[in-house]
């Protein structure tokens, strides 16, 4: 299996998801340019987190029109696994690949802190060796993860399953409290109608080896194996 | 042809960091600064045979870049 990690001017958790997923899966990691307009036969793409083009006019804005998005979004439309992680998340809704946005957090901070998480999807093939109900512990870190959508999406995201990852207190409630930006419905991840394009703004990539502090992580990538 | 798209949050959006510019006008002293919105203003300089191409441009450009339009509302007026 090959996995790409596309790197973006300002991407800077690209060498730690690569690090992480290849730990975890064993496959080979591919760093994706993002000029390129070959996803080079890769099986699998992860947009990972930063500051791609300096966060200029939106987060993602202008990650979503550079050359690899095109391809990107062509393949995830053919059904290829991919995966957004935070400013990677911000890039799939500016794309259009996942519905909503990412406003700037309800309390205007920059948050960066390990929340507890509550899985509620496991079908996707981010999230199958999973068990819904299961809470884990990953660490945020982002100004603009305040996730929004109209009455409408929000109504089909419910209602189809679509959210995969809700804010919740560590004994798996979702409660206000436990949310800490504001995001709607206490949405941490959501994916596509057909499940193959994940977004979410918790770092599962810093939480795969005991050393850092936890494995919860290692459940997304390990879903991706057979 | 010169132009100027504004892009704002739409109304039904809640705008923390309005809020907080009006807050900090209260603080100033001005107590009767009721809402602050705060938007974006983008001057652009384009070529275009007509208004009417100018006016395609920008509507496209502020579709599909300038504006998010889940969140926010745009105009473009050319100058």
């Known amino acids: ?17 690569g690090q992480a997923i290849s730990k975890v ?3 080979q990691i591919l760093y994706l340019w993002h000029k390129n307009f070959d996803l080079e036969g890769c099986d699998v793409i992860v947009l990972p987190g930063g500051f791609s083009y300096g966060d200029y006019l939106r987060c993602g804005a202008i990650a979503s029109h550079s050359p690899i998005m095109q391809e990107v979004k062509a393949a995830a439309n053919r059904g290829m696994p991919v995966l957004g992680i935070c400013n990677g998340f911000q890039i799939l809704t500016e794309s259009g690949l996942l519905p909503g946005v990412l406003m700037r957090n309800r309390s205007l901070n920059f948050i960066c802190e390990t929340v507890s998480l509550k899985l509620e999807n496991a079908k996707t093939p ?21 996730y929004f959508a109209d009455a409408e999406t929000f109504k089909t995201l419910e209602g ?8 919740c207190d560590e004994k798996g409630q979702v409660t206000e409290a436990s949310n800490p930006n504001g995001a709607m419905g206490n949405m941490a991840g959501i994916c596509n109608k057909a499940g193959n394009v994940l977004g979410l703004m918790p770092h599962p990539e810093r939480v795969c080896e005991e050393l850092l502090g936890g494995t919860d992580g290692a459940v997304l990538f390990r879903s991706l194996l057979g | 042809m010169k132009a100027q798209v504004i892009v704002k949050l739409k109304e039904s959006v ?4 309005g ?10 002293g001005h107590k009767g600064v009721n809402l602050v919105r705060q938007g974006k203003i983008f001057d652009i300089d384009l070529n275009a045979k007509t208004p009417g191409e100018a006016e395609a441009i920008l509507k496209d450009i502020g579709e599909k870049l300038l504006a998010n339009t889940v969140i926010e509302d745009f105009e473009a007026k050319l100058l």
């Not at chain 2, 809020?19 to 100033?28: D, E, K, L, V, Y």
Request: proline share 5%.
């Open chain 1, 160 to 167: 189809e399953g679509q959210v995969v990852f809700r804010y």
């Open chain 2, 19 to 28: 809020m907080a510019i009006g807050r900090s006008i209260a603080a100033m």
């Open chain 1, 25 to 27: 899966t064993g496959a």
């Open chain 1, 126 to 146: 981010f999230t199958r060796k999973g068990k819904v109900g299961a809470v884990s512990r990953m660490p945020i870190a982002h100004m603009e993860g305040n």
């Open chain 1, 1 to 17: 299996m090959k996995i790409g990690v596309v790197v973006f001017p300002g991407s800077n958790c690209d060498r730690d998801c």
């Open chain 2, 14 to 17: 809640l705008d923390p960091q």
